[in-house]
C-alpha cells in the first residue's frame, strides 16, 4: 500500500524555515544598519570643544575607553603604575646627577594623567619648567591659536617661551579627543607643531619636500603618527624653548646624535664628570620605526588600541595601555599563539634588553668612579676632552638613556636595541680607559 505525501507537514516545515531565514536575514540587515551608525549627534564639535566629556556625548564606546585610562596596571617591565624608576633602578640617580630627572621619575600613567601628573612632578615643582611641557601633556591647540591671534604655530613658539605657571593657566584638560581626531569629519591628524615640523625635516632628508602628514600619510600612517606627536625624542631649542624634534638626519640613535652634534646642544653638564651630556625624553616612535612592526606596515594602534566589538559596532578600544595588558586583541589577532606563549616570548626579549642595559649602567658608573677619583686628583675638563673621555662618555651615556626612557625596554625592535647598548658598553668602556691614561700625570703631580 503506498503512502500518500504528508503535504501540510511538509507546508510546515518550509513555513518554518521560511520564517528563520527571513528572520536571520532581517536581523543582519538590522545589525548592517546599526552598523553605519556608529554615533548620535547630541553635542556640537568644534575646535574649541577640549573638554573630552563633550565628545563623549556623541562616543560613548569610545570615551568610556579614555576614561578607563586612569587604571593603573603594571606589567613586568612597565605598565601604567607610577612606580619609582629610581627606586627600581639605583644606577638612575648617578647617570642623572645634576639633573632634575635625578630629583623624581616616575613610570607614566595613562593619558588622562599627562596633565595632572606632570602638575605635581618634583621636577616642575622644585625646578623652572618652560610652557613647552605643555606641548604634550595638555589639550594645548586652542591655547596656541589664541595666543598667536589665529595662527597656531605662531602661539606654539610664543607659549613655549613662557613659564611653565604662565602657560599652565591657558589650559584645562590633559591630552584627549581633539589633540587626534578632526570634530568635523572624526578623521585622524596631527596637531603637534613639533612633529610636523619634525616629520618635514626628516622627510626632507630623504628627498621629500614640504611633506605635510595631513595631506600625504595613508590612514595606517597616521594610526601611528598620531601617537608619534609626543611618544618621541625632542628638546628644547635655545634660547626660546621652541619644542623640536631632530629629526634633520634621520630616526636612528646616531643620526639624532649626529644632529645634537651639529649645532653643540648638550641638555647639562653631569654633576660627577663634568661632561657635556644629553637626556633622551621617549622615544618610542623612533625605535618602533626601526622595528620589524614598522616595516611590517603595523601600526602603533594596532597593538596599543586594537580594534574591539561592541554590538555590531566595530571600534578602537581608546582603553590605550601595553599589549601585554590585552593579549588576547593586541597580539592574537596576527600571532597564532596562545596569550601565554605570546607574554613569554615579549618578557623573555624584554629581560634580555634589561640585562644588556644594566651592564651598559655598570660600565657607566663605573667610568663616574674615576672620574670623579681624577677630578678629585685635580683633573680639569680640559684634561677629560683631551683624553677623549668626555666624548665617549656622552655616546654611551646617551645610548643607555635612549632605551632607559624609551617605554617598551626594548621591544619596539629587539636587534636595534641590543645594538644601542652593545655600543653603550664599548663606549663606557672606552671612556674608562681614556680616563685611565689621565691617571699618571695626575698621580705624579700629587
Known amino acids: 500500500m503506498s503512502s500518500k505525501p504528508n503535504y501540510v507537514g511538509i507546508i510546515a516545515i518550509v513555513a518554518v524555515v521560511t520564517f528563520g531565514v527571513t528572520a536571520l536575514l532581517m536581523n543582519v540587515l538590522q545589525r548592517k544598519t546599526e552598523a553605519k551608525q556608529t554615533h548620535f549627534e547630541l553635542a556640537t564639535l568644534d575646535e574649541e570643544t577640549v573638554d573630552p566629556a563633550i565628545w563623549g556625548r556623541n562616543f560613548p564606546r569610545q570615551f568610556d575607553g579614555y576614561k578607563r585610562t586612569v587604571d593603573t596596571e603594571r606589567t613586568r617591565y612597565g605598565g601604567s603604575e607610577a612606580f619609582s624608576k629610581l627606586e627600581a633602578d639605583p644606577h638612575l640617580k648617578r647617570i642623572f646627577a645634576g639633573y632634575a630627572f635625578s630629583i623624581e621619575f616616575n613610570e607614566e600613567r595613562g593619558h588622562a594623567y599627562t596633565l595632572s601628573d606632570q602638575d605635581s612632578t618634583r621636577r616642575v615643582t622644585e625646578r623652572p619648567q618652560p610652557g613647552s611641557c605643555l606641548h604634550c601633556h595638555a589639550s594645548i591647540i586652542p591655547a596656541y591659536r589664541k595666543a598667536g591671534n589665529g595662527d597656531v604655530m605662531a602661539g606654539f613658539e610664543k607659549v613655549s617661551a613662557m613659564k611653565w605657571s604662565e602657560a599652565r593657566a591657558l589650559v584645562q584638560h590633559p591630552v584627549a579627543c581633539i589633540d587626534c581626531h578632526d570634530p568635523a569629519t572624526m578623521a585622524l591628524r596631527v596637531t603637534r607643531p613639533g612633529f610636523l615640523r619634525g616629520i618635514a625635516a626628516f622627510k626632507a632628508s630623504q628627498g621629500v619636500a614640504n611633506y605635510d602628514p595631513n595631506k600625504s600619510a595613508t590612514r595606517q600612517e597616521m594610526r601611528s603618527y598620531v601617537c608619534g606627536q609626543c611618544h618621541v625624542e625632542y628638546y628644547f631649542r635655545k634660547p626660546d624653548k621652541v619644542v623640536t624634534y631632530p629629526w634633520a638626519k634621520g630616526l636612528k640613535v646616531e643620526q639624532i646624535e649626529a644632529y645634537y652634534d651639529s649645532i ?24 618602533w620605526s626601526q622595528g620589524v612592526h614598522a616595516r611590517s606596515n603595523v601600526a602603533c594602534a594596532d597593538c596599543h588600541m586594537p580594534y574591539t566589538r561592541e554590538g555590531a559596532i566595530k571600534v578602537s578600544d581608546h582603553h590605550i595601555r601595553s599589549p601585554l595588558l590585552n593579549i588576547e586583541r ?3 589577532t596576527c600571532h597564532p599563539f596562545s596569550a601565554d606563549e605570546m607574554r613569554n616570548r615579549a618578557e623573555q626579549i624584554q629581560e634580555r634588553n634589561q640585562k644588556l642595559l644594566t651592564r651598559a649602567e655598570v660600565a ?18 680640559m684634561a677629560f676632552e683631551k683624553a677623549g673621555a668626555y666624548a665617549l662618555a656622552r655616546k654611551a651615556q646617551w645610548r643607555v638613556d635612549f632605551i632607559n626612557a624609551e617605554n617598551s625596554m626594548g621591544f619596539h625592535a629587539p636587534q636595534e636595541a641590543a645594538r644601542i647598548l652593545g655600543e653603550a658598553i664599548d663606549y663606557a668602556r672606552q671612556a674608562e680607559l681614556a680616563a685611565m691614561t689621565m691617571a699618571p700625570a695626575h698621580t705624579a703631580a700629587r
Open 364 to 381: 657607566l658608573t663605573q667610568f663616574y668612579d674615576r672620574a670623579v677619583a681624577l677630578r678629585a686628583a685635580g683633573a680639569d675638563s
Open 330 to 332: 593586541a597580539c592574537l
Open 264 to 287: 653643540g646642544y648638550s641638555d647639562w653638564k653631569h654633576a660627577e664628570t663634568g661632561g657635556p651630556v644629553l637626556k633622551a625624553q621617549h622615544p618610542e616612535f623612533e625605535l
